[in-house]
């Protein structure tokens, strides 16, 4: 068997890795550490790897490993059976991936009784054997020797029949042929598609692909996906197909190597065999192998939004008033404390068939005055736009408290969910809603990570692809974005614990269970009194966790404990205090980083350890920018072409982006329309959150579709009146209260 070193080279020259580094790698993984910790804490070991090289040497390693596996399995099942040749042996350890290993094994596979089976039972493999040494043409007169009633074997033909079904499996099986046959279908494959008769109306939906073929290499994932929904849907019959012809003489050229009767009786086994067996295999095998590119490609996708989506701006901890807009069971209204804490709710009725504008009106102000809100948060769902305008036609309101519209994608299944029942037992869902939508607008991140990342919606075709595959990648995407982002251990909800390095749903609940019985942490290494955390977990968890106000001046800082010495031996050298050195630069300045060098610590942690010095426990993501849609526009009825405006990017595909221009039902842009040049794919161009200008190019309101070009945009949006982007504003709740007595004076008036 192949030993783990040479799987760490393999590894090595595949990715083009240095071979230490890779060990090292391999090393951490094995010993239990996460991608997160290696590539922030063991930059010395890794020889600085990042993330993603970190996931690229687990997958090759888990792959390798588990064609080591299968190897030494197959080795035993033919050595079992005494058919284990030197020759065979050295075949299956050069063999280098799985569909070659399992081309080698299967002439030895048990397997049910084929019609070759049959034949050999009958005692016809001889002659088989025969005809495929082609050494004589004498077919007729050697399968005389094979009559037998005892067999069953009655005629000359039927003996015949018989030898070339083994023929037709052995030129099946062969591996040299299956080889060459991957590389046809790889090279000429056609996916073809047609709809099942009588099936147009109920499937208009994949009407694209009623009548639709194109080389297979070439159909971009979401066409596969789609094709192979609408098969599953019994709308449309699939084929993969390429030229018989051509196929049958890859077969040919290896076995007949005469002519005459040998040839014959071979070309008719080679015939039978590629109908029956070789043929619809290896369509099998293309149809496995392009759906699991398709869904890698999918899982891409949809992992790079949700990656957008939760590093998405937070507003920061503010007061907020959040509203989940409605018509007829009007809008339910929340107030929510700067810690997301939920303090009041109701409902009002600003639209109709109510219209109890004055009412609601009066109960936004005082709801702002009472708890001194300072932003107010709006979903975009039903009646948004409605209501971001009745928001904003309070005049006497505030120019310091912003209204916000918030993607309120998933909050549904949050508010329907186990966690959100725990978390407000005695209040129902739409209050649930509203709080979500709140909090998503102080952090975004901290509040997705309650729902499941495939209720999101920021994917495509997410029910079609390997869901054990989606889950896995989904739950390392947010893994990754909830240690980059680093977790207030005093504030945090368990499940946001859970996504912590090394941490899991257990350990969460045990730290909040403890933070509820003896109240705040005070340190990081208090964390070693919660109940199973052990010094290991302790290490892969504490970098990420920020302890603010602790008793240790870098609990707050991503610098991990076990380097709390270093910075100590700094302070102790420029005769300072570690508070000095992260409030003045100047010291910073004199640090000579190479004098803290060791064998184990060397000037890539060093450089960390110093730039968490000048803003300790910084938020890596962008700071908050407010977006308004056009004031003008509000439905689809209201969209023409040639108009101009502002959007937010909600969705990335393949095949374009799906772009909010505030009329309750996103536009596309087609991937041809994503810029002036070329583009291949739509994620070097645009990403989800993104605010950007569009221009309405087609307008189909019966089908609700709407197409959308961003062909000469390269700036991204101001505001819907060309005035930049507001930054934070300063807020001033002490306005409220005479934003509310204006309005009583008005009103009574």
């Avoid at 708890?371 to 928001?391: K, P």
Wanted: overall charge negative; some cysteine; charged content about 30%.
């Amino acid at each position: 068997m192949i030993s783990e070193a040479r799987l760490h080279f393999k590894i090595a020259d595949l990715l083009n890795l240095n071979s230490k580094d890779v060990t090292a790698t391999v090393n951490l993984l094995d010993e239990g550490a996460t991608i997160p910790f290696i590539s922030r804490y063991r930059k010395e070991v890794t020889g600085s790897l990042d993330e993603v090289q970190i996931m690229q040497i687990r997958d090759e390693i888990e792959r390798l490993r588990a064609l080591e596996q299968r190897r030494e399995s197959i080795l035993k099942s033919i050595d079992s059976q005494g058919k284990l040749s030197d020759e065979l042996k050295e075949q299956l350890l050069a063999a280098e991936t799985l569909s070659k290993l399992e081309d080698l094994y299967l002439p030895y596979k048990p397997r049910r009784r084929t019609k070759a089976t049959i034949a050999r039972e009958k005692g016809l493999e001889p002659l088989a054997q025969f005809i495929l040494e082609q050494k004589s043409q004498l077919v007729f007169e050697e399968a005389e020797k094979f009559l037998s009633e005892e067999k069953e074997v009655a005629s000359v033909l039927a003996a015949l029949e018989g030898a070339r079904d083994i023929i037709a499996e052995i030129t099946s099986e062969d591996v040299v042929v299956r080889e060459g046959m991957r590389e046809l279908f790889k090279r000429t494959g056609i996916i073809k598609s047609r709809v099942i008769k009588g099936k147009e109306e109920a499937g208009e939906k994949f009407s694209d692909y009623f009548e639709w073929d194109e080389k297979l290499m070439d159909c971009p994932s979401h066409r596969l996906l789609a094709m192979r929904r609408g098969e599953k849907e019994d709308v449309l019959i699939l084929d993969i197909v390429v030229d018989d012809e051509e196929a049958r003489g890859i077969v040919e050229r290896r076995f007949i190597t005469s002519r005459g009767e040998c040839a014959t009786q071979i070309k008719e086994a080679i015939e039978e065999g590629y109908k029956r067996l070789l043929q619809p295999g290896i369509e099998a095998e293309m149809r496995v192998l392009t759906k699991l590119s398709a869904d890698e490609k999918a899982i891409t996708v949809f992992a790079d939004n949700l990656r957008e989506l939760l590093l998405a701006s937070p507003l920061g901890q503010k007061s907020i008033l959040a509203l989940d807009p409605g018509f007829r069971s009007g809008c339910k209204v929340v107030a929510l404390n700067r810690e997301g804490k939920l303090l009041e709710d109701t409902v009002i009725y600003p639209h109709e068939p109510q219209r109890r504008v004055v009412e609601a009106e009066m109960i936004v102000l005082a709801f702002c005055e009472k708890h001194q809100l300072e932003a107010i948060a709006i979903g975009n769902g039903t009646a948004s736009r409605e209501t971001e305008q009745f928001v904003r036609n309070i005049d006497v309101l505030p120019k310091s408290i912003p209204v916000i519209v918030v993607n309120e994608a998933g909050a549904s299944v949050y508010s329907a969910s186990d966690v959100a029942r725990e978390e407000f037992p005695d209040k129902d869902v739409t209050v649930r809603g509203a709080v979500s939508i709140g909090r998503r607008l102080t952090d975004p991140l901290a509040e997705l990570v309650k729902i499941d990342a495939k209720s999101i919606g920021v994917g495509q075709y997410q029910h079609d692809v390997d869901q054990t595959l989606l889950k896995n990648k989904l739950d390392e995407v947010v893994g990754s974005c909830v240690n980059a982002v680093g977790v207030e251990l005093n504030t945090a909800s368990k499940q946001l614990l859970s996504y912590v390095s090394g941490i899991g749903p257990v350990l969460a609940q045990n730290i909040v269970d403890y933070r509820n019985t003896h109240g705040a942490f005070r340190s990081r290494k208090s964390l070693m009194e919660v109940p199973r955390m052990g010094e290991k977990v302790f290490e892969q968890c504490a970098g990420f966790l920020r302890v603010r106000n602790g008793v240790h001046p870098l609990d707050k800082s991503a610098v991990h404990p076990e380097s709390y010495h270093i910075v100590e031996k700094m302070a102790s050298d420029l005769n300072c205090s570690i508070d000095d050195l992260i409030n003045e630069k100047e010291l910073r300045k004199k640090i000579q980083l190479s004098n803290y060098v060791t064998d184990n610590v060397g000037l890539p942690t060093l450089k960390d350890i110093l730039n968490e010095l000048e803003k300790p426990g910084r938020d890596p993501r962008k700071s908050f920018e407010i977006f308004s849609f056009d004031e003008n526009v509000h439905e689809i009825r209201d969209l023409r072409e040639g108009m101009r405006l502002p959007g937010i990017v909600t969705n990335v595909t393949n095949f374009g982006a799906f772009v909010d221009i505030g009329v309750h039902q996103d536009g596309l842009v087609h991937i041809s329309q994503l810029a002036d040049s070329f583009v291949d794919d739509p994620n070097k161009v645009v990403k989800v959150g993104q605010q950007v200008w569009v221009n309405v190019t087609e307008v189909d309101e019966k089908r609700k579709r709407i197409a959308l070009s961003m062909k000469g945009e390269t700036q991204a949006p101001k505001t819907s009146k060309n005035k930049p982007v507001s930054k934070e504003p300063e807020y001033n709740p002490n306005d409220m209260g005479s934003a509310l007595a204006a309005l009583k004076n008005k009103f009574k008036k």
